[in-house]
């Protein structure tokens, strides 16, 4: 084969050198047609596989630093408690009237922003800088239950006592310490959003699997915990301990904003019941 036709796809610079027995060789600069197209698809390859798992890391840096926030705020419901005879933050104290007050903030008009400055626990978490949204939810449309970090309240067992009587004394009165028999066991705050059509938004309540009333669980509620985290939740636990849990199931929203909870990533860990919500 001669020269002119072995530099076929090759760049037109060569070089010739002796060696010293005589023999004569030639190096071209550049690279074959084929040899570039080799490279581009060890380097398509090498992406695919490293840009999720750099992925994964990054969402597991994010998730480390929301577990970091949730156990602030679970301290700061148990601080308030030192102050309140033992009672919780109320959820939603006035969700039956006008609708304007929140655990995370208090706001001027239904629909409107909640300002946590003149929310019931900022004074615990002020020092903190306030209560700080979650890495990972800062893509939650806060059209619904905006300024709540991305994180819900059990306004059913803890933030509320459902369970012992009706609306409005049931949103008034938030359950006390003495009242959850295993805190270590019993869902304080979680990862939260709730389904719609255009994407998860912010959600303050940690729905339990089963509506709650005083003569017992009745009806399915629409999930609410966000499994954001590499398909993972974090809980904030009454005793005052952090835990990252897999969704066990979900079922289709029944709220009528609409949405797709398990594309969104919605749904609860455990079984199918409110006993890790319930404080009994």
Not at 40 to 63: C, D, N, Q, T, W
Not at 81 to 90: E, I, L, N
Not at 147 to 170: I, W
Not at 228 to 246: L, M, P, Q, T
């Amino acid at each position: 084969m001669s020269d002119a036709q072995s530099c076929i796809n090759r760049a037109p610079v060569q070089k010739k050198f002796r060696n010293g027995r005589g023999a004569c060789f030639v190096l071209y600069d550049g690279f074959t047609l084929i040899e570039l197209l080799v490279v581009i698809a060890i380097i398509a390859i090498l992406a695919a596989i490293l840009f999720p798992v750099f992925g994964a890391a990054k969402e597991s840096g994010r998730k480390t630093r929301c577990a970091a926030q949730l156990k602030q705020l679970v301290a700061a419901n148990i601080t308030y408690t030192d102050d309140y005879s033992g009672r919780y933050v109320p959820a939603a104290s006035d969700i039956s009237g006008a609708n304007l007050r929140r655990w995370h903030g208090v706001r001027r008009r239904v629909g409107g922003e909640f300002d946590p400055t003149k929310g019931p626990l900022w004074l615990y978490l002020g020092r903190s800088g306030g209560l700080k949204i979650c890495p990972s939810a800062t893509m939650l449309l806060g059209t619904f239950e905006s300024g709540c970090g991305g994180f819900g309240y059990n306004s059913a067992y803890v933030g509320g006592t459902a369970y012992r009587s009706y609306p409005p004394d049931c949103d008034k009165i938030a359950s006390q310490t003495s009242d959850i028999a295993h805190p270590s066991r019993t869902v304080m705050f979680a990862d939260t959003a709730i389904a719609s059509e255009a994407g998860p938004m912010q959600y303050s309540f940690a729905e339990p699997p089963l509506h709650v009333s005083p003569t017992g669980v009745t009806y399915a509620t629409t999930p609410s915990m966000h499994f954001r985290h590499n398909g993972a939740v974090n809980i904030g636990w009454c005793d005052g301990h952090i835990s990252a849990e897999k969704m066990t199931f979900t079922r289709p929203p029944s709220f009528f904003y609409g949405g797709d909870n398990e594309k969104d990533n919605i749904g609860y860990f455990g079984p199918e019941d409110n006993s890790i919500f319930d404080n009994q």
